[in-house]
């Protein structure tokens, strides 16, 4: 069934892929890596907790229930700190480390953090060059970017001074930070880096499919590719692109289930009422039954009410399947 070799990486996702997250999706999916929400580091080195709070999987050796590896990302501006924090984020059990040269936010790029960085490419290589100096060699030190800030016109400079840092691989969503998250992916850039840089190029921007992997490599020529909200709208994506069928509506309803006894029994109860809401905004792209379903059940508040408006959606579909 499984057909194709490629590596599939999950993407960060601040607020979205949580642990929780990445546990499910681990469990049903083959992902190779794991990457984690970014943590924000501005001038000092961040206590042990922290690290362990953003990724309990360090407690577990950095790898997820099901074995997969998780890598932690960090976000900063200046390079003496960044590298203190990736040592620590791999001496605690990370498997590697990662920067985001990505992140388009106003609070961060305001104080010099993400994508605003893609302006000043010798900052990213002296951030990345102390994080390589930092890290143990047989760790990997990786960084994520844009193809630029306002434009497009460093995307070569910036992919360069990453793996001029001595970087082991690139991942390279396919937009400026102007861009946002606006369809197309601009894939075609990430074929000029790919063809210039000895080390892995990793592609990323609107795989939502299969047939959208299968076109990314071809453009790309890259057999690394990260998915974000492809993983969420279809959440046995990384398995269907290497050949599974894609999950219908009734399993992706027994895994809300099953993710809404993971996360109400968890730390992060209170927040299972926002999260689970959040997730239907990404199915209803693949499955219309999670529009109908989520017009009935946002009105609810309460966990309790959440997870019964579930149940009794999965056994309206239950009868339908014998
Ligand atoms: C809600 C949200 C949060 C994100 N958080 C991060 C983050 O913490 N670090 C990062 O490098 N990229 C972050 N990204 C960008 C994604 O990793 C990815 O590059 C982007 O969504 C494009 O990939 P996709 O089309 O597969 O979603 C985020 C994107 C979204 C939509």
Redesign the pocket.
Known sequence: MRDISLRIIL???????DHLMRELLSSINPYDLL?T??VRVVDQLLPEKVYYRLCPELKNNGLTKSGTPVRV?I?GQEPGWMAENALRAVTLGSRGV?A?F??PAKMVNRSKGGAVLLQYPELIHDIVKAMRQAVPSEQPVTA?I?LGYEDKSLFMENALAVYEAGATEL?I?A?SKVDG?KPP?YWEYITEVRERLPIPVIA?????NRDDALRCMEVTGCDSI??????LSMPNLAASIKGDTPYDWATTLRLMIHYSELETSGLKATYYPARIKQWFSYLSREYPEADDLFREIRIHKTTEDILNGLKLAATKLAPMKS
């Open positions: 993407a960060p996702m601040e607020g979205v892929l990457v929400e970014f990302q976000l990662d985001n990505g992140c994520k844009r991942a969503h937009r998250y992916a990323n921007g609107e795989i939502w990260m998915i974000g909200r492809g993983a």
